[in-house]
């Protein structure tokens, strides 16, 4: 096999491999992410879409949203239910 060829094979298989889906922050429920988005929605640019939980911790979640030119950071708040907490709070 000529070496471009591989180099091509090789940077294809990086490539893909950094493109995967990232598992969400450990121990939070997925929904709460998607929930964060819904609350946020109208406060973004249309179009964004949810790309997956960045982190979370006692009082707060942080979502990845794409929002058609970077990829941003959102943060919802969490009660001390560990639900997300109403935007008036």
Avoid: H, W
């Amino acid at each position: 096999m000529p070496v471009p060829m591989t180099l091509a094979i090789v940077s294809l298989s990086v490539l893909l491999g950094a493109c995967s889906e990232q598992a969400p922050a450990p121990n939070v429920d997925p929904l709460l992410g998607r929930a964060c988005f819904q609350q946020q929605l109208n406060a973004l640019p249309p179009g964004s879409q949810y790309e997956g939980i960045a982190s979370a911790d006692a009082k707060s979640i942080r979502i990845k949203v794409m929002n058609g030119v970077d990829v941003v950071s959102v943060e919802c708040a969490l009660g001390a239910d560990g639900q997300l907490a109403s935007p008036s709070e």
